[in-house]
């Protein structure tokens, strides 16, 4: 059965045109995908990522077993109130998720799932626990909202309290604050800065309206797509998902080889695959003419296939189409991709192509 956030009536009423997405009816775009994708480069936009899931995970052993699930290492957060990036593993080495992970005080920490994973997620943490001292609380009482753009910093004011909205304002990348008034990460999934909210359902409400009514547009699914693929960002089941590792989604820096006797889930796969050498590695291409990047087109040299577009887009910042794809290593000097069945030249372009408004690549002849 199709599920709705708390925000649905919202955007319904805003005139949002609605699509299931992991089992979610989510607003697509409110009436421009382009320009919504525009307001936030150039300024600020309200997503409803609600769909989303919140799990805390508390317990003496909550970061002895946080070490062992993820390729990442939850020690690196030294003091509370800052936050980490990490691909869950199966033992092959395979990414069944990717999701970032919140130090909140000793033996407690919050994780956000991607939507389509956090049951599947949830039942593989729990199924790791064995004798270990934790306790799992899925949190459907709260909702989320990503605050993103430019102009971010200053519409925190729309909502929080002027002291609130001061310290959020000093949050480094990947720092976070909780307190009554919510709790808010300088995170995002858009490569410009930002803010991620966790609230009660009816704070949800309120602080959403606010930000709308106070003029900041709301943002839809579709230039959520745009934004993070201009941005270089993966999505799960599309440029990873259980049969690509980290080494070769372009995830290799999320994985903590040290200390080496921390004994995480796939680290045996991933330092087998290490030594052997990785065949296919994930980049970025740009469609050299005319034409859009879609998944699933396939890339060429000559008539020897060498890899599949994973995701490919028109980019609104750029004006040309960009991707991402995984290629067979050594990939060759020149490709091309096949759509409709013509073959077009795609040049090699690491991601990401924007980075917080400044593009990183050349514009396409």
């Not at 690491?350 to 990183?360: A, C, D, E, I, S």
């Amino acid at each position: 059965m199709t599920q709705k956030t708390p925000l649905y009536g919202l955007h319904e009423r805003l005139g949002a045109k609605l699509i299931d997405f992991s089992g979610y009816l989510m607003p697509l775009h409110y009436g421009s995908q382009l320009d919504e994708h525009h307001h936030v480069r150039r300024g600020v936009g309200i997503f409803d990522v609600s769909h989303m899931g919140i799990v805390d995970i508390e317990g003496e052993d909550a970061g002895a077993l946080l070490r062992r699930l993820l390729a990442n290492d939850v020690a690196k957060l030294r003091n509370p109130g800052r936050a980490l990036y990490s691909c869950l593993l199966n033992p092959a080495g395979g990414v069944l998720d990717d999701l970032i992970v919140y130090y909140r005080e000793p033996g407690r920490y919050r994780l956000v799932l991607n939507a389509s994973r956090k049951e599947a997620d949830t039942d593989w943490m729990r199924s790791e626990v064995r004798t270990l001292r934790v306790r799992f609380e899925p949190r459907a009482d709260l909702g989320l909202l990503a605050l993103q753009g430019p102009g971010a910093q200053e519409a925190l004011k729309i909502v929080f309290t002027p002291g609130f909205a001061e310290r959020l304002a000093a949050l480094k990348p990947f720092a976070f604050l909780e307190n009554e008034e919510g709790f808010v990460a300088r995170t995002g999934y858009t490569g410009e800065d930002g803010f991620e909210i966790a609230l009660p359902q009816a704070r949800l409400t309120q602080a959403f309206s606010a930000w709308v009514d106070a003029g900041v547009p709301p943002i839809g699914l579709g230039a959520r797509d745009t934004l993070r693929l201009e941005a270089g960002l993966n999505l799960y089941g599309q440029d990873m998902d259980e049969t690509t590792s980290p080494l070769e989604s372009n995830l290799a820096w999320t994985v903590a080889w040290d200390p080496a006797e921390r004994d995480f889930i796939g680290r045996k796969a991933l330092e087998q695959e290490r030594q052997r050498g990785v065949t296919r590695l994930l980049t970025g291409v740009v469609l050299a003419g005319p034409g859009v990047l879609r998944s699933h087109q396939e890339l060429r040299e000559g008539e020897r296939n060498i890899g599949l577009i994973t995701s490919g887009s028109f980019a609104p910042t750029l004006g040309f189409s960009i991707g991402l794809a995984r290629v067979q290593e050594p990939r060759p000097a020149h490709a091309k991709v096949v759509i409709r069945d013509r073959a077009l030249e795609v040049r090699w372009q690491p991601p990401p192509f924007v980075k917080q408004g400044r593009v990183l690549v050349p514009r396409a002849d």
